[in-house]
């Protein structure tokens, strides 16, 4: 089964991440703060990697930075998905090969990128 983590330190957004993921067929687990995220990746070796940008300690464009520098995770498929409309965060987290979208969002695009991201992707990562 595809794991996907949900970095996302409010409980409603992380709730309807997983209303959507769930049903879709994805094991979902979540996270509520960046070292807790980085840690989940290192235990549940996630398929995919969904992360808000503003958390508590260390924020989602922090987190994104240390996983393209693990060797281990550095091609990890990561969607950053932030109320931030900011265009410096935008380009570095395209600059780190993530993909950048903006709440609110339409669900059916949100589905289409976790698809996309995860076409070829799959296992691929720890292998």
Known sequence: ???????????????LLCSLLIPEGYEVVCAADGQSGLA???EQHPDLVI???????????EVLQQIRLNHLTASL????????????CRRLATQLNAIYIT?????????????EQLTGSVLDVWA
């Open 77 to 88: 498929p990561v969607i950053i998905c932030t109320s931030a409309e900011d265009e410096s």
């Open 40 to 42: 989940q990746i290192q």
């Open 51 to 61: 992360s808000d940008i503003d958390m508590p300690g260390m924020n989602g464009l």
């Open 103 to 115: 709440k609110p969002f339409y669900p059916s695009k949100l589905l289409k990128i976790v698809t």
């Open 1 to 15: 089964m595809v794991k996907i983590l949900v970095l996302e330190d409010n409980v409603l957004s992380q709730d």
